[in-house]
């Protein structure tokens, strides 16, 4: 590096995975290269460090992010060196961490070396449990020990946030809610179809669609049987639903294993992971997220709605923030397959309604869940820990 560029104040970002890992670290990668472009303006340079790189990360393109192979996880010994060498001879000033601990000793050798600001973005889903006695004392202590904390954490819903003051004893100043944003998906023209012309199906047949991570918690098998039984009393002479789900992961096998043991099995489709999925999931007619978790923020609600579609949720963690029952979408108790089935054959029985419900969510997300928003936000974040006054109006 040249010695005007070594000058200049510097952002590292780090990824927990290669590049091109799936949808959730995509969209994420997709907050870093955007984040850049808005601090070049700034004349700060934004590393994006991958343990690994396969391929050219594809939401870097066209950035001002700089991607490197670099495994700055700080899972290891290994990986702390590797960082504290890259902080020295870049000479970075601010640490941007995505779904890191909120303490952690090694962040201060990372100070030693150089790092002025630890930044943690908490995408996290699940509960934890509220520390008592001893315990809550002891954590409230590390919350407040210098050098080992993060200086800032940013919390994708207002779920993460109350979880991160109220179970990690986190100062409230020093966390802030700053919802994720998606931008309007274009609406189609009447009759256009694009998940049923790739995929070979009926335009007339109503479809149900999820788009997310093959894991337990986020509930596929559920809404394999929700729809199971849902079909299991579908009028004849109607046009059958069909199922499509979109994803891949540890549980993939296993929802493969479950939809051959049901009769609904022919009107069942797994896909594996696509990269066109946003684009098919806006053929839909309904989407589904049936977490059995608290998940943070998921974008398989906020996308969909994006689209105009209405979504049946699970009434956990940050999906309420995003659903409001009835208006632009239906939540539904986790892990319940009746009331799932209910309201997914009340939507597909009743157009007027998913119609209505799905330009309710696009307005909300038009109104709330917006790009822009999120990235003034994380950039005035970022421009803080630099140690840099907020351009004019917002960063």
Known sequence: MTPPER?????????????NTGYAWDFIEGLY??????????????YVAYPRIDDPPRPLAGSSARPVTLDATLWTTASVRATMAFVRAHGVRC?????APVRDPRYAALRLAGVRHVLVHDHTSGARSRP??????????????????????VAVSEFVRRRQIDVGLVPPDRVTRVWNGVPLGATLPAGDRPLHHALGLDPNRPAVVTACRAAPEK????????????LAGWPAGTPRPVMVYMGDG?????????????????????TGYRADAGR???GADVCAMPSLWEDALPLAVMQPMALGLPVVGSRVGGIPEMIEDGRTGVLVPPNDVDALAQALERLLDDPAARQAMGAAARRRVAEVFT??????????RALAGLGLAPSAGRA
């Open 7 to 19: 000058s200049r104040p510097t952002v590292l970002c780090v990824c927990n995975y290669p590049s």
């Open 33 to 46: 290269a955007q984040l850049a472009d808005r601090l070049a303006v700034r004349g700060v340079i934004t």
């Open 95 to 99: 640490l941007y961490l995505t779904d």
């Open 132 to 153: 008592e006695g001893l315990r809550r004392l002891v954590k409230w202590a590390l919350a407040r020990v210098p050098l080992i904390g993060a200086d800032h954490v």
């Open 219 to 230: 509930g596929v098998i559920v809404l394999l049987r929700a729809f199971d039984r849902m």
């Open 250 to 270: 540890p549980q993939f096998a296993e929802i493969g294993r479950v939809r051959e043991s049901l009769a609904a099995a022919p009107d069942i489709i797994l």
């Open 280 to 282: 098919l999931v806006a």
């Open 371 to 380: 790009p822009e928003q999120q990235i003034a936000a994380l950039t005035e």
